[in-house]
T-cell receptor, first 112, second 113 residues
Framework: AQSVAQPEDQVNVAEGNPLTVKCTYS??????LFWYVQYPNRGLQFLLK??????LVKGSYGFEAEFNKSQTSFHLKKPSALVSDSALYFC??????????FGKGNQVVVIP | AAGVIQSPRHLIKEKRETATLKCYPI?????VYWYQQGPGQDPQFLIS???????DKGSIPDRFSAQQFSDYHSELNMSSLELGDSALYFC????????????FGPGTRLLVL
């Protein structure tokens, strides 16, 4: 079965510092990987995805993610965090039938 | 750009009542997915439809049913509600030729008392 793991519950980072949110995956076949962000009482907003191609994927709001096959990782990164980036971040993998399996989520807190 | 619309946004029901949640996908999207997110949990896949036919089923209780209509909107029907059904219910839609990206609605928050 396809699955992803987000090993940290919460990530604290000072405003202006680099932000990294970790995700590892376990799939059979080629991975289709996604990052979504959820603000309080809001839906899931799509940030970026990896299907194939370049290992560095650029997405919305200055976020990017690096696909690493040897480490089975798909970490989300942002060079300079903003207070408005404080939210819940979900990594997800798509299975062959199209359903998304999500990680447990990471609460990101950007400290002013 | 138009997004996925869900109604109602909030719903309060008593135990053993029924509830109907509606989802209107992004125009021209032909695939709809339903997910349930319990408090402090990650979203869990319930069911999906492609071209008005059920295409996949996840951990959806037998008390729940869903369908997709000719205009591609979808409804999730929930009967004999239980306290544990209290959750945020998301609908997502995608295009079959771009079916990798699912775009989510704002969700319906259901509270069962």
């Amino acid at each position: 079965a396809q699955s992803v793991a987000q090993p940290e519950d919460q990530v604290n980072v000072a405003e202006g510092n680099p932000l990294t949110v970790k995700c590892t995956y376990s799939v059979s076949g080629n991975p289709y990987l996604f990052w979504y962000v959820q603000y309080p009482n809001r839906g899931l907003q799509f940030l970026l995805k990896y299907i194939t191609g370049d290992n560095l994927v650029k997405g919305s709001y200055g976020f990017e993610a690096e696909f690493n096959k040897s480490q089975t990782s798909f970490h989300l990164k942002k060079p300079s965090a903003l207070v408005s980036d404080s939210a819940l971040y979900f990594c997800a993998v798509r299975d062959p039938l199209g359903r998304l399996a999500f990680g447990k989520g990471n609460q990101v807190v950007v400290i002013p | 750009a138009a997004g996925v619309i869900q109604s109602p946004r909030h719903l309060i029901k008593e135990k053993r009542e029924t509830a109907t949640l509606k989802c209107y996908p992004i125009p021209r999207h032909d695939t709809v997915y339903w997910y349930q997110q319990g408090p402090g949990q990650d979203p869990q896949f319930l069911i999906s439809f492609y071209e008005k036919m059920q295409s996949d089923k996840g951990s959806i209780p037998d008390r729940f049913s869903a369908q997709q209509f000719s205009d591609y909107h979808s409804e999730l029907n929930m009967s004999s509600l239980e306290l544990g059904d209290s959750a945020l219910y998301f609908c997502a839609s995608s295009l079959v030729r771009d079916q990798e990206t699912q775009y989510f609605g704002p969700g319906t928050r259901l509270l069962v008392l």
